[in-house]
């Protein structure tokens, strides 16, 4: 009896969720994009949850985000912190290697790239160049009362990605050019906001958007500068301050989303602080602040580079 009641609880969920992988596309149950999402996943991924996650993530992603940090951040304890960077996580991009991503002519198919995404899951490239590109709300400025403008600037990149929030949002979320995800990156680094390439392993495993963070709203950043949380890895550069030409005028110290710099008689950087977004380099009026290279950081995640050393292996 008690194993009937079993077989009853457990069988008829996994029979609607195998029928619904199998058939949910011809009975026009569900979209078109969430059906290659779920077949490009596998059956695996419907058992173990991560496809219902990734749903709920895509399909309310302002919720979803808000719930993040307005609940789940404040309380994770120390092993909480490092459990959730290692499913959700971004790598700071400064804007050459963000404009990289969006102008890629190669296909690049890369996997484990731990100087790169130093987290043990959720580490794949998989680009097919140039790359489908949507925009959609930011969920952490919704997240705010008083948030920034504009809202529009979280660049979805990749199949099925771009077609899954195109046609679960259609509202909030529109096609970009190349040309126009050009632009926006400019725009947004214009006004000195953060470009970073986020991954979790709930998104088939892989990188799937390009976020433009501003301090005061992304959740990411406050993650990092408020609970300790490791979500951001470094661009793979550092900021470097030339004493000659800094003015000593404060704007640095303000911008910087990391609170990596410290104005006294010139800015100084904290190395630790430091994620090489370049948001300082871009808003220094005298031209003082460069980013360099610091192999101690990481590797930067530039495609370019990675889709010909790609192409060097075959």
Same mark, same amino acid.
């Given at each position: 009896?008690?194993?009937?009641?079993?077989?009853?609880?457990?069988?008829?969920?996994?029979?609607?969720?195998?029928?619904?992988?199998?058939?949910?596309?011809?009975?026009?149950?569900?979209?078109?994009?969430?059906?290659?999402?779920?077949?490009?996943?596998?059956?695996?991924?419907?058992?173990?949850?991560?496809?219902?996650?990734?749903?709920?993530?895509?399909?309310?992603?302002?919720?979803?985000?808000?719930?993040?940090?307005?609940?789940?951040?404040?309380?994770?304890?120390?092993?909480?912190?490092?459990?959730?960077?290692?499913?959700?996580?971004?790598?700071?991009?400064?804007?050459?290697?963000?404009?990289?991503?969006?102008?890629?002519?190669?296909?690049?198919?890369?996997?484990?790239?731990?100087?790169?995404?130093?987290?043990?899951?959720?580490?794949?490239?998989?680009?097919?160049?140039?790359?489908?590109?949507?925009?959609?709300?930011?969920?952490?400025?919704?997240?705010?009362?008083?948030?920034?403008?504009?809202?529009?600037?979280?660049?979805?990149?990749?199949?099925?990605?771009?077609?899954?929030?195109?046609?679960?949002?259609?509202?909030?979320?529109?096609?970009?050019?190349?040309?126009?995800?050009?632009?926006?990156?400019?725009?947004?680094?214009?006004?000195?906001?953060?470009?970073?390439?986020?991954?979790?392993?709930?998104?088939?495993?892989?990188?799937?958007?390009?976020?433009?963070?501003?301090?005061?709203?992304?959740?990411?950043?406050?993650?990092?500068?408020?609970?300790?949380?490791?979500?951001?890895?470094?661009?793979?550069?550092? +900021?470097? /301050? &030339?004493? @000659?030409? *800094?003015?000593? !005028? =404060?704007? %640095?110290?303000?911008? #910087?989303?990391?609170? $990596?710099?410290?104005?006294?008689?010139? +800015?100084? /950087? &904290?190395? @630790?602080? *430091?994620?090489? !977004? =370049?948001? %300082?380099?871009?808003? #220094?009026?005298?031209? $003082?602040?460069?980013?360099?290279?610091?192999?101690?950081?990481?590797?930067?995640?530039?495609?370019?580079?990675?889709?010909?050393?790609?192409?060097?292996?075959?």
């Amino acid at each position: 009896m008690e194993g009937t009641i079993v077989f009853v609880v457990i069988g008829i969920p996994l029979t609607a969720i195998l029928a619904l992988w199998l058939f949910g596309e011809r009975w026009r149950l569900i979209q078109p994009s969430t059906m290659r999402f779920l077949r490009e996943g596998g059956l695996r991924r419907l058992l173990n949850g991560k496809a219902l996650h990734a749903y709920f993530y895509g399909r309310w992603t302002n919720q979803y985000i808000s719930m993040l940090i307005n609940r789940i951040y404040p309380k994770l304890d120390e092993r909480g912190r490092q459990r959730w960077a290692d499913h959700y996580h971004g790598k700071v991009l400064t804007l050459e290697h963000a404009k990289s991503i969006i102008t890629l002519n190669k296909k690049i198919p890369l996997r484990d790239l731990e100087q790169i995404i130093p987290y043990p899951v959720a580490r794949e490239i998989l680009l097919k160049g140039p790359p489908d590109v949507a925009v959609y709300e930011c969920s952490c400025r919704h997240a705010r009362p008083g948030h920034c403008e504009p809202t529009q600037v979280c660049m979805i990149i990749g199949q099925p990605f771009v077609d899954f929030v195109l046609e679960h949002n259609p509202r909030s979320s529109r096609r970009l050019t190349q040309n126009e995800a050009l632009a926006l990156l400019e725009a947004e680094h214009g006004r000195g906001h953060v470009h970073s390439a986020w991954f979790k392993d709930a998104c088939l495993d892989r990188f799937y958007v390009i976020c433009n963070c501003c301090k005061c709203c992304c959740g990411g950043i406050e993650a990092m500068t408020r609970y300790g949380i490791p979500l951001m890895a470094s661009s793979g550069y550092v +900021a470097q /301050v &030339n004493n @000659d030409l *800094c003015a000593a !005028c =404060g704007t %640095c110290e303000n911008i #910087c989303p990391f609170g $990596a710099v410290e104005v006294e008689e010139t +800015a100084i /950087v &904290n190395w @630790d602080a *430091c994620m090489g !977004c =370049g948001v %300082c380099t871009g808003q #220094c009026a005298s031209e $003082a602040i460069s980013l360099v290279r610091d192999e101690r950081k990481g590797d930067p995640m530039d495609v370019r580079l990675l889709a010909d050393a790609e192409s060097a292996t075959h």
